[in-house]
């Protein structure tokens, strides 16, 4: 799959953009556990161009974790134009323009999956944004806003016209929010549109190495975009690499090589944050992690981790699992 001269090879598999997941340091980990390109947090556009630090923060790049884009959004044209030339001096590989986030605080106000309600909209946003940088756009969006209203099939044409490079498709839409199935036929129908010439890559309920490969062959999908199922998990990565590769399901490590790879994320968090904001930043990871299923009587265990304040604490409960 190509994006621009971006050459990702064939089977492309990419770490979805995750507000308060997708920081460097997982990106990082990721990265090394073979995702092929990874997306940084979602950017605000208005937050952007307004200097609030926190959100340039979000910008950096390490050379190490390339290929890597930024997302932007936003729900006015001038403000994305100038968040994209913002974005373009910190030599990103790809700009994608989010039009798929469906949180109230975004699509409420308009941004994110609001977008899908305000069309015309949406295509002056990505045709000015296009023209305003070299570095290659792309888009990541829903099926549309509800039931009723799944446009995705006129509207890929549409945003390829805009002259995007690539479009992520993710295969729920805004109503559903992250609830109910992801419908991969409807992106398959994308693809095999024999009007679409540029890359689908589809996204949704890729949890599993065996469903990532049916994706690629039932669908036909350029790539494929990992989101949920990658938190506490940085390593499905690396399961699904191999079997796309060999075919050959990658056999279980010992506890002790997972929890020392959680306790690496929790120590990068630290790190880069402090004790406190770094154990509270980590804590979804370990919230939802499947490492622990299955252990008889964790709940309380789990409990505990999630409360605990140091980096001493955390790891002393967590050598417990293993005794």
């Known amino acids: 799959m190509k994006i621009g001269d971006l050459d990702l090879g064939r089977y492309p598999v ?120 070299k570095t290659p756009v792309t888009v990541k969006t829903r099926l549309g806003w509800d039931n009723d209203n799944k446009i995705i099939a006129s509207l890929a044409q549409e945003l390829q016209d805009c002259g995007i490079a690539a479009l992520t498709i993710h295969g729920r839409t805004r109503a559903q929010m992250y609830t109910g199935d992801a419908d991969w036929e409807l992106i398959g129908k994308v693809k095999d549109d024999p009007h679409i010439r540029i890359p689908i890559i589809g996204n949704g309920d890729i949890t599993t190495a065996e469903r990532c490969k049916e994706c690629f062959d039932r669908y036909n999908v350029d790539g494929v975009m990992i989101g949920r199922a990658s938190i506490g998990r940085p390593w499905i990565f690396r399961e699904v690499k191999r079997f796309l590769q060999s075919g050959e399901i990658m056999p279980p490590e010992p506890l002790q090589w997972y929890l020392e790879i959680l306790k690496k994320q929790v120590l990068q968090s630290v790190n880069r944050l402090d004790e406190r904001r770094g154990i509270l930043h980590i804590r979804r990871h370990l919230a939802v992690t499947p490492l622990f299923k299955g252990i008889p009587n964790f709940k309380q265990t789990r409990i505990a981790m999630l409360r605990a304040e140091t980096v001493e604490e955390l790891f002393a409960i967590m050598d417990e699992v293993i005794k």
Do not use: W
Request: charged share 30%; glycine share 6%.
């Open 14 to 133: 990419m770490l979805a953009p995750m507000e308060d997941v997708t920081d460097i340091s997982f990106r990082l980990l990721c990265k090394q556990f073979g995702a092929d390109m990874v997306y940084t947090e979602f950017v605000s556009a208005d937050a952007l161009i307004r200097n609030v630090s926190k959100t340039k923060e979000k910008l950096k790049v390490d050379e190490e974790e390339r290929p890597v884009a930024i997302q932007i959004y936003g729900k006015e044209v001038a403000p994305m134009v100038e968040a994209a030339k913002i974005c373009e001096e910190a030599h990103p590989d790809i700009i994608d323009l989010n039009f798929g986030c469906p949180v109230k605080k975004i699509a409420g106000k308009g941004a994110g999956a609001g977008m899908l309600r305000n069309i015309p909209l949406m295509l002056e946003i990505t045709r000015e944004v296009v023209k305003a940088v």
